[in-house]
């Protein structure tokens, strides 16, 4: 029996700072990596707590739980997990570096 492949997703935001990288870019290769981890495993990553999420996230992503990868060049990527239509889906939201993560964690 084959594994089953989650469907993975990026928010706009997310979609139009990944195009701005060139492919051979080394964040590109590492984002490309973690959303291939996240086909597979969906909680990858490290849970974020819940007091420390931005609203934004909640508000305009409906974030019910978030996230985070470290990436190459100490960026992180940002995403969460959710079901539709009975299938668990992952929506990347964001990736920044390490200083925008603290600044908009609170850190």
């Not at 495993?41 to 992503?61: C, F, V």
Request: glycine share 8%; proline share 2%; aromatic share 12%.
């Amino acid at each position: 029996m084959g594994r089953l492949t989650l469907e993975v997703n990026g928010t706009t935001r997310f979609a139009s700072k990944l195009a701005s990288l060139g492919k051979k870019d080394e964040l590109w290769k590492s984002i490309d990596a973690w959303l291939e981890k996240l086909k597979a495993d969906s909680q990858a990553g490290t849970k974020i707590p819940r007091n420390l999420w931005p609203a934004d996230y909640i508000r305009n992503y409906g974030a019910t739980n978030l996230y985070k990868c470290n990436l190459a060049g100490a960026h992180r990527l940002l995403y969460t997990i959710y079901v539709e239509l009975g299938q668990v889906k992952v929506l990347a939201i964001d990736f920044m570096t390490h200083k925008e993560y603290e600044k908009v964690f609170g850190y």
